[in-house]
């Protein structure tokens, strides 16, 4: 028995597993992988379907204000969703609602290709984000308690790395119809993100529900048992209040910094690549199209460094903790995104994309490793779902909030500039605004180091449950 153990602990993580783990595994990633997928599919498609449902002639800052406005609506559905579908994932099971996720996600982002007002295009994006938002805290939920302990840690962690390809996938598919009329571009790559429904096939015929879960199922049908997925529960217990509550700052602080600030360089990008290209002769088509390719390179780029860094984020918990890992990222994130806010200015500083994406998404290896490491088998999804999402409600606010000040910093710019200006010079003032503006709010990164030392470490430590009920 002790030689089985020493044998089994000199292996690799992925060495542990049998067939049905690896199922379990292979399901889950394709799940959070897919959604990913789709959440960069609508920021590549955002501003092309909202200038096409507008009309020809629609101006250009109503497009980006409309663009902000589907962007919170879609945010605001995934923090909604996230909090519901982490308790129905508790209480009905995490293979079954994860299928519900899935397919309401596929087919609502399919149904957004079909809207023919800006207004039926925001309905669509808030129900995909309810789907959006389910998946992570089931997917998590479902490896944690499924996997044996030794393996769950790196397999999080790269079940979170693989999002990055989700992320690739989309640019690679932006790349597939650059040159296709932007009127309907948008509409191909809805379509594509549809295509998971698929596997919800797979989801409903052959995952089974964790055997951990199945007796937690049990124990809370016996009278005076705590209930599965309850909100009542969860901060009805100290210790799990606790958990909940900081994990939850833990996580506004990643979340916010990536979709309040960090998936907004795009606002950067394209200007810094449209005065790039310009000095290279192109103009009208050719550089519509060039612009179209080089910001699909950049997202690229950016996952690569991602999932690079959500590897190495995963090695860094392993080897030294969780809590040091995030103390080093959450600084680095900072940096990272500052520099790359003040310096990006063109095609030969692509590079600074993947330095951002390595310390920004490596944060979320983290959350995928830790959280399912706060809360018992009965309130996992629930407690995980609840830290990860509810930062999307204030990031939800982040593309005002970085609007609002990039614009009182453009004016005071505008304001200083000689009265001869030009709209070059102008343009200008209000990029440098916004690269103010956003390193401002790459201050939120820091939140995430202010409740480090209140938060358990729990390397090493097997899942923790609830203390057993005195006869």
């Known amino acids: 028995m002790s030689s089985n153990a020493a044998t089994d602990d000199s292996l690799p993580w992925y060495k542990t597993l049998n067939r049905y783990h690896w199922f379990v595994f292979i399901v889950a990633s394709l799940a959070w992988l897919f959604d990913c997928l789709d959440q960069q599919l609508f920021i590549l498609a955002r501003n092309n379907a909202i200038t096409t449902l507008l009309g020809e002639g629609a101006d250009p800052a109503v497009v980006k204000a409309k663009g902000a406005t589907a962007t919170a609506i879609f945010v605001l559905g995934w923090a909604t969703g996230g909090l519901i579908f982490g308790s129905v994932g508790d209480r009905i099971g995490r293979a079954k609602t994860l299928a519900i996720t899935v397919m309401m996600y596929s087919v609502f982002t399919g149904l957004s290709s079909f809207a023919r007002t800006v207004t039926e295009f925001e309905i669509y994006r808030f129900i995909t984000g309810l789907g959006v ?116 700052i833990l996580c506004i602080a990643g979340v916010v910094g990536l979709w309040g600030v960090g998936f907004f360089s795009p606002e950067l990008v394209g200007p810094a690549m449209d005065k790039s290209l310009r000095l290279e002769g192109l103009d009208g088509k050719a550089l519509a199209e060039a612009k179209g390719k080089w910001t699909s390179y950049n997202l690229i780029i950016q996952n690569i460094g991602a999932f690079l860094g959500m590897i190495a984020f995963s090695k860094l918990a392993h080897n030294f903790g969780r809590k040091k890992a995030f103390a080093v990222g959450f600084i680095c994130a900072c940096a990272a995104t500052m520099f790359f806010f003040l310096n ?121 449950e609830d203390a057993p009920v005195k006869a």
Do not use: H
């Open 133 to 248: 938002g389910g998946v992570f805290g089931l997917a998590v939920a479902l490896v944690a308690d499924s996997l044996p302990d030794k393996a769950r840690p790196k397999a999080l962690g790269m079940l979170q790395a693989l999002s990055a390809v989700g992320n690739v996938t989309a640019g690679l598919c932006a790349l597939a119809v650059a040159g296709v009329d932007p009127k309907v571009s948008w509409k191909y790559l809805f379509w594509i993100g549809s295509i998971p429904a698929f596997l919800c096939l797979f989801i409903m015929l052959r995952l089974k529900e964790p055997e951990k879960w199945v007796q937690a199922r049990a124990a809370s049908k016996v009278e005076g048992a705590k209930k599965m997925g309850s909100y009542g529960e969860l901060f009805g217990d100290p210790r799990w209040q606790k958990s909940a509550l900081l994990g939850m």
């Open 344 to 464: 990006f200015n063109g095609k030969s500083d692509i590079w600074m994309s993947a330095v951002m994406g390595f310390f920004q998404l490596g944060l979320f290896a983290g959350f995928a490793i830790y959280l399912p490491e706060l809360f018992p088998t009965r309130l996992r999804s629930t407690g995980t779902s609840f830290c990860y999402n509810v930062g999307r409600f204030i990031a939800a606010t982040g593309p005002f909030t970085l609007g609002a000040l990039q614009l009182k910093l453009g004016d005071k710019a505008i304001s200083i500039l000689p009265a001869t200006a030009d709209a070059v010079a102008k343009a200008d003032a209000k990029l440098a605004a916004f690269r103010e503006a956003a390193c401002w709010l790459s201050l939120i990164y820091l939140v995430g180091l202010v409740v480090l030392p209140f938060l358990p470490e729990t390397k090493g430590q097997p899942l923790p």
